[in-house]
Structures are given as C-alpha cells and as structure tokens.
Nanobody
Framework: QVQLVESGGRLVQIGDFLTLSCAAS????????VAWFRQAPGKEREFVAV???????AKYSDSVRGRFIISRDNKNTVYLRINTVKPEDAARYYC???????????????????WGQGTQVTVSS
C-alpha cells in the first residue's frame, strides 16, 4: 500500500522560510514524478511545483517561481523549500505522485493518483 506523508508545516512569519517534506512508503519513489499542491480555505487546490523522477527537471507555478524550490533525495523523500514566505502562502500543502512511472511533469491535480493528507502552513504578520 502506497502512503505519502507530508510534514514540516508550521506557523511562520512573513519573510521567513521553511521546508516541507513528503515521505513515501510502499513505492520506489524515485521512479515517479512527484508534485506539490496547496489549498487555502475557500479556494481550489492549486499546483505549486513538480519534479522529475531523477530530480533534474522541475516546473513551478508563476506565483511561487523564484521563491520555492522542489528537490528530492535518493531515497523516498521529496522536499519543498519555501523562501520569503508571503501571506498568500498560507494553505494546506499536499504532495502527490503519479501511479504510472512516466516522465511527464503534470501540473493538474487530476494527473496524480496518490496523495498525502497534507501539512498546514500558517502565516502570521
């Protein structure tokens, strides 16, 4: 059974930084594209970043490009570094993986089959 578990969410101040983690079990994570999405209260889930299987390619949404960095280790964890936190970064962050080991870096939620429960990022001023 595949499980994705996010962690690292916390209360942060504007301008701060934090790193979220997504740990997988039940799957060899390195054979799958992994993405991060986020959802704020009252809003739809939105794409944040996606990383290739080997970690050598990534895509970002326009709203986070230049501030967020997605990376992965050679085990079963994908990270999302959030720099210079803004109020609009407050959301629940989810990682997701495609069941099919492809190379396509999808940016829509419907492309992903496995999801974690999310980790909450709260931003204070």
């Amino acid at each position: 059974q595949v499980q994705l578990v996010e962690s690292g969410g916390r209360l942060v101040q504007i301008g701060d930084f934090l790193t979220l983690s997504c740990a997988a079990s039940g799957v060899i994570f390195g054979t799958h594209v992994v993405a991060w999405f986020r959802q704020a209260p009252g809003k739809e889930r939105e794409f944040v970043a996606v990383i290739s299987k080997r970690g050598d390619n990534a895509k970002y949404s326009d709203s986070v490009r230049g501030r967020f960095i997605i990376s992965r280790d050679n085990k079963n964890t994908v990270y999302l570094r959030i720099n210079t936190v803004k109020p609009e970064d407050a959301a629940r962050y989810y990682c997701a993986a495609d069941r099919v080991p492809s190379d396509f870096l999808a940016v829509v939620a419907g492309a992903y089959d496995w999801w974690g429960q999310g980790t909450q990022v709260t931003v204070s001023s």
